[in-house]
């Protein structure tokens, strides 16, 4: 079961800001979605997520029409998105912030405390389980952010820029992150992301965009080598 987008537009007054994608998400993958700013990528993940309605083409996830519903119809299917700032709860201890989303799917207190502890020992952040979430480092915050999204029980995760701000083995320690999130849980991830030595090494395939339009998508050897993406948005910079 794919979470497909097909021929989205999303318009702003007379600003076009999708115009005419389609991009699917597989299970148990990891796809990047990259582009220069203003291109329309978190615009992308808000319809794919229900935050955002689509002015013509449809959502689908699976064979499930999703076309125009709200962000807890997605989240409830197991769509689960985060965004730019993590932004937990700061009154909250770490351990908390990530029951907050057991607790929300009817898991029981007592288990849910249990689960939590488990999660964030999969992100190394056991032994910060009982602080505040005011004493975590940027990078543990980033990580605390994919815990807490992980409690929901997503089948499809959508990151908004996971490693903005991190220094080199901070993203190196997302990285490794993600990976086992996709491979101990089996959730197809989309991520939208800069940090493009990040991208090219985590992701199975990239989906380009420039200016609302897709201009390649393919696995991270073809992109690096595409005329159209560096022109676009690589440069020269990128090894092909």
Same mark, same amino acid.
Request: glycine residues 12%; positive net charge.
């Given at each position: ?10 318009? *702003? ?7 005419? +994608?389609?991009?699917? =998400? ?18 992308? #993940?808000? #319809?794919?997520?229900? *935050?955002?309605?689509?002015? =013509? ?16 119809? *997605?989240?409830?299917?197991? +769509? +689960?998105?985060? *965004? ?9 201890? #770490? ?50 952010? =994919? ?33 086992? =999130? ?59």
């Amino acid at each position: 079961m794919d979470l497909a987008a097909e021929q989205l537009t999303v318009r *702003f007054g007379g600003l076009t800001a999708i115009d005419g +994608v389609s991009i699917a =998400l597989r299970g148990g993958e990891i796809l990047g979605l990259i582009g220069p700013n203003g291109a329309g990528k978190t615009t992308l #993940v808000n #319809v794919l997520s229900g *935050f955002q309605r689509p002015h =013509l083409g449809a959502v689908r996830l699976g064979d499930r029409d999703m076309t125009g519903r709200v962000a807890n119809d *997605f989240a409830r299917s197991g +769509v +689960v998105r985060t *965004f730019q700032a993590v932004r937990l709860f700061r009154r909250l201890s #770490v351990a908390e912030n990530v029951e907050v989303g057991l607790v929300g799917r009817g898991v029981g207190r007592a288990k849910a405390r249990r689960e939590a502890l488990a999660m964030l020992a999969e992100f190394g952040l056991a032994g910060r389980a009982h602080l505040p979430a005011t004493a975590l480092s940027y990078g543990e915050e980033r990580r605390a952010g =994919l815990a807490r999204a992980l409690a929901l029980g997503p089948r499809y995760l959508l990151l908004d820029e996971p490693a903005a701000g991190l220094a080199a083995a901070e993203a190196d320690d997302l990285k490794r992150a993600i990976l086992a =999130l996709r491979d101990r849980h089996g959730c197809g991830i989309l991520v939208i992301e800069h940090n493009m030595a990040l991208v090219m090494s985590l992701c199975d395939r990239i989906h380009v965009l420039s200016s609302g339009r897709t201009i390649a998508s393919g696995p991270p050897s073809a992109i690096k080598a595409d005329p159209a993406v560096r022109t676009a948005y690589l440069g020269a910079s990128v090894a092909a």
